[in-house]
């Protein structure tokens, strides 16, 4: 299997790639250029549901967030993860909790897997808390909130997205979260921008950091308590300056310590980055093989696939394996207008070698894209033999064993610890 050189996917392409002496396959699965349009959802919402880019996956789902408009923000909107299609406005069950006016604005998971709801809250404002709903989903899919945590903010401060790591159901978590200045009045005032951390032990907040840096519209990953990946969309409205000084165009791993935010090491960008993306995942495959997928550009929306073979510890050798969703298809064409209109990347793992990479653009499409890692064949060699004591097998080369020699094509024919890739005609 040949590696692949950095190159565009298209709609229904599948390609391979060799790295680091693996083999992986790559397809398209759907692009759907109207899968969080306007016009679909207020078709189903009476116009009362605003777009938020925030989004998770549960078992092949894709479950949209809701911004706060006349109505609250207490269901969810459901995109079917094998097509990209619509499917329904699933209403949160709060059972004994009361959700308050902005409750599900944003959405994730843990590092457990446990899927949530939270609202953004202002510390200006009581009507406005910031609290983090946990979910539990039944088997036909319904979102039950199971639990709730509000958390306690400084004066002046407003949630622009909310990222978890640690256990929520277990009560031992860190929440990291951009927070805007809220009494920024008037368009020349300059925006006092942060990363706030709160700390959770036992269902208790123990701490409350906060590490004032320039950023714009970021997101971020928490990689251990110490680490975290920033990449910042470096373009806010009318804060051009902002912007300017702003960290993470694209992601960069900071370690944390008690002088605050330091940069370890970070992605290099590609000529055709413009610095207005921001969305970024980064997930396993195997035991230890380590990818990122990230936004490379905003206008229009690009998603370039990343080797990291120094992750955890650093970003600085990462390289391009392809760009999944390219320019010219057009998933986001226009300029993000305010900090709701940004770009988005969920993985969600089937197994060990399998995972679907979701993406999204700035209010318009999705996109969605299957990596697989073809699993080595097991030997189950234990002592030490001769070839001529093992008997020969054979095997397509995806790996599936057949009973005798094939006829015609290539196959795999493995005797003992060798295998040889062959041709039949």
């Not at 060799?18 to 306007?38: C, G, K, M, P, R």
């Not at 925030?54 to 706060?68: G, H, L, P, R, S």
Request: hydrophobic share 35%; aromatic share 10%; with cysteine.
């Amino acid at each position: 299997m040949a590696v692949l050189s950095a190159g565009n996917m298209k709609a229904d392409e599948t390609r391979t790639f060799t790295h680091d002496n693996e083999d992986y396959s790559i397809n398209t699965l759907w692009i759907n250029l109207d899968a969080v349009s306007d016009y679909q959802i207020q078709k189903y919402e009476n116009e009362n549901w605003l777009y938020s880019p925030f989004f998770f996956v549960k078992d092949e789902v894709i479950y949209m967030t809701k911004d706060a408009s006349s109505t609250q923000s207490t269901s969810l909107m459901a995109i079917d993860g094998k097509s990209g299609n619509f499917k329904e406005i699933v209403p949160i069950d709060w059972g004994n909790f009361t959700p308050n006016s902005v409750a599900a604005v944003y959405g994730g998971v843990d590092s457990e897997s446990t899927c949530y709801v939270a609202s953004y809250g202002t510390s200006t404002s009581d009507d406005y808390p910031f609290i983090i709903y946990p979910l539990e989903f039944t088997a036909a899919g319904q979102p039950k909130v199971v639990g709730q945590y509000k958390l306690e903010m400084g004066a002046n401060w407003w949630i622009k997205s909310v990222e978890i790591h640690g256990s929520l159901m277990e009560g031992n978590f860190t929440v990291t979260s951009l927070i805007w200045d809220k009494m920024r009045v008037g368009d020349n005032e300059t925006l006092r921008s942060s990363i706030g951390m709160w700390q959770y032990s036992q269902y208790q907040q123990t701490a409350r950091k906060e590490y004032v840096q320039p950023l714009t519209v970021c997101d971020i990953f928490m990689v251990a308590d110490n680490k975290i990946i920033v990449h910042d969309r470096h373009n806010v409205g009318n804060q051009a300056a902002h912007s300017a000084s702003a960290i993470a165009a694209t992601p960069s791993l900071f370690t944390i310590d008690e002088n605050g935010m330091n940069l370890h090491s970070a992605i290099e960008p590609s000529d055709d980055d413009d610095n207005l993306g921001n969305g970024m995942a980064v997930f396993t495959l195997g035991e230890d093989k380590h990818f990122m997928v990230y936004a490379s550009s905003g206008l229009p929306v690009e998603f370039k696939l990343l080797a990291l073979p120094d992750y955890p510890e650093s970003l600085a050798n990462a390289h391009i394996i392809c760009t999944l969703t390219p320019k010219s298809v057009g998933l986001g064409i226009d300029a993000a207008k305010d900090d709701r209109e940004k770009t988005g990347v969920f993985i969600e793992k089937k197994d060990d070698n399998t995972a679907t990479i979701y993406v999204t653009g700035n209010k318009r499409g999705m996109a969605a894209y299957t990596i697989k890692r073809e699993a080595p064949l097991n030997t189950g060699v234990e002592s030490i033999a001769t070839d001529e004591q093992y008997p020969t097998e054979y095997y397509t080369v995806t790996g599936l064993q057949i009973p005798e020699k094939p006829s015609t094509g290539f196959y795999i024919e493995k005797r003992g610890p060798k295998t040889a890739k062959k041709f039949a005609k």
